[in-house]
């Protein structure tokens, strides 16, 4: 049941995309991201999908699965749309009981909408072409510029992959647990609320024995091997520019550069 | 009886990591049986003793508890799952209650029955196992792995199943606690005419105790007989990383350097009594007795 989420999980295909420099994947999502909030009019948005669109297709990522990952956000979206959709005051188009429905909110609304679903298709794209130890590799060689003002970077990187690199193992323990209680009977669907909570207790308990165990276990494996911080410590596969990163770093100054230009002509 | 009609599982059906962990397996396991379920990691075993009590749902195929489709509308999958009781492999990491009696009463409860009922079921099955009353107000988690491993397994066996299902419930045992839990396990079988099912990798385990071996290969049921036929695949066996019990190894080669013993042996009593056999037919005998004179 868990296994289910697609939302940021890796889909192993072999593509371009997938072989690009994390570094050059992070930077062009938050281009994405910043490219997102200054588009204002439809021709932004029109250059935003034939950006985002152009990277799925090279990603070989079918877009069923990415649409797929949208389901968890599905809420937040209707809500922030419906929100636009009915408070935008302006030139009034429909109206019923206290709902009034205005030109302004409802192109304001789609915008909304548009904006969220690239956002989380584009966020999504991300992880769903870059390993989490890839990212997290990326972060650490993007940020270490923090290390001047003292912010450990390694170690944040490492807590970061050390938290990825379980969240499976967790995810797997909890099935486990789950269905070793339920063959003594447990039921985690059934009841209130608060019976709900209480049938946790068989779940949690063992699961946080066994986070706690395979922590302890993991750090006496990372001392055994001399690992002491971030300070000297060589990569086995350093990150490296290749002639691709450099070509996609050409469209990830075009596309911010075309938007802008678009929102001040048009 | 449970019986499985052509079952069927597919993990992450439709995704590019979809992988078949069943093929096609139907199988008929009949009350009483003592049976053991062998195959390398990987092969499908910890999924197809899922299937028996509902907690994986096969992606196709069908299964019947005494005759009855477990996959049919309104089939209680509660009522089967403490009938058909499941030990997990490493059972002692599902312990969470602050004593060991009330863990083993667990199952019991959920079962809905009355207080005296679920203490009495509980104070059986700690017997069961060979864990004393003052063992009763301990935490589970004062205790040492071997008896951690004891009182889970009590935990399922309070529920009074009709048929047992453990998976590897020796491993990471010493010697002593791996002949405890399986001495233990064979008296249910011989007593209470319980059925049992064990998956093991250790042949010895399993040819000692078991009279029906059933193997598994990449999904699919390849051998079901008694072990003394399966066994005697033992070159069949081997290409599937398995092995025959080591007595059997013995005894070819004996049988291969001239010593005309018989070869299918697969218990060390077995093969003890068939060397001596062969011993005392051909005059080699006086060995024997001289050796015994000699003590």
Redesign the interface.
């Known amino acids: 049941m868990m296994r289910d989420i697609t939302l940021g999980q890796y889909y192993p295909v072999q593509s371009p995309v997938h072989k690009l420099d994390p570094r050059t994947k992070l930077f062009g999502t938050l281009v994405l991201i910043v490219a997102l909030f200054v588009a204002d009019n439809v021709y932004c948005y029109g250059a935003a999908a034939l950006f985002l669109f152009g990277i799925i297709a090279a990603s070989k990522v079918p877009v069923g699965h990415i649409v797929k990952g949208l389901k968890p956000v599905l809420f937040l979206l209707v809500f922030s749309a419906a929100f636009n959709l009915f408070l935008t005051p302006g030139e009034e188009l429909v109206h019923f009981w206290i709902f009034t429905i205005t030109k302004e909110g409802l192109v304001r609304a789609g915008m909304m909408a548009v904006r969220l679903t690239f956002l989380v298709m584009g966020t999504s794209l991300l992880t769903f072409t870059t390993t989490p130890n890839q990212l997290t590799d990326g972060l650490e060689r993007s940020l270490r510029f923090l290390n001047v003002v003292h912010v450990p970077v390694h170690e944040i990187a490492m807590i970061m992959s050390i938290a990825l690199r379980f969240i499976p193992i967790l995810v797997e323990e909890t099935d486990k647990i789950m269905k070793a209680q339920m063959a003594r009977g447990a039921d985690f669907e059934t009841g209130g609320l608060i019976k709900k909570a209480k049938a946790m207790i068989p779940l949690l308990v063992p699961l946080f024995i066994s986070a706690f165990r395979r922590a302890s276990d993991l750090a006496l494996a990372m001392e055994a091997r001399c690992y002491h911080g971030g300070e000297g410590r060589t990569k086995m596969k350093p990150l490296k520019y290749r002639t691709a990163d450099r070509l996609a770093y050409l469209i990830l100054l075009a596309f911010p550069t075309g938007v802008v230009l678009l929102r001040v002509l048009l | 009886m449970i019986t499985l009609r052509q079952v069927e599982y597919k993990y992450?059906e439709g995704t590019?990591?979809e992988t078949e962990a069943l093929h096609k397996v139907s199988l008929e396991i009949r009350d009483g049986e003592f049976i053991g379920l062998i195959g390398h990691t990987g092969s499908g075993k910890s999924t197809l003793i899922?299937h028996l009590?509902g907690?994986v749902r096969a992606t196709g195929g069908d299964i019947l508890y005494n005759g009855e489709s477990i996959y049919r509308e309104g089939f209680s999958m509660?009522e089967l799952?403490?009938r058909v009781?499941?030990?997990?492999q490493y059972?002692e990491?599902?312990?969470?209650e602050v004593d060991v009696f009330t863990d083993v009463c667990?199952?019991p409860?959920?079962?809905g029955l009355s207080k005296e009922e679920i203490e009495k079921r509980a104070r059986e099955a700690l017997s069961l196992v060979g864990i004393g009353e003052n063992y009763y107000k301990k935490s589970p988690?004062e205790l040492s792995g071997g008896e951690k491993r004891r009182v889970a397994i009590a935990?399922?066996l309070a529920?009074e199943p009709e048929v047992l299902i453990l998976d590897e419930p020796t491993a990471g045992l010493d010697p002593r606690g791996r002949d405890e839990i399986l001495g233990q396990l064979a008296r249910l079988h011989r007593e209470r005419g319980m059925t049992v099912i064990l998956v093991s990798h250790s042949m010895e385990d399993v040819a000692k105790y078991v009279d029906r071996i059933m193997v598994m290969n990449h999904g699919c049921l390849v051998f079901d007989d008694t072990p003394r036929v399966v066994f005697g695949h033992y070159k069949e066996l081997e290409e599937m990383g398995l092995a025959a019990p080591q007595v059997t190894y013995i005894a070819h080669a004996l049988a291969e350097a001239g010593f005309p013993v018989r070869t299918d042996v697969i218990t060390v009593e077995e093969a003890e009594e068939a060397i001596l056999c062969t011993l005392n037919m051909d005059g080699v005998g006086r060995m024997e007795k001289a050796d015994g004179e000699g003590r």
């Open positions: 992450q590019p990591m899922q009590n907690l509660k799952r403490s009781g499941l030990v997990f059972p990491h599902q312990l969470f667990f199952g409860k959920n079962q988690f935990g399922v529920m």
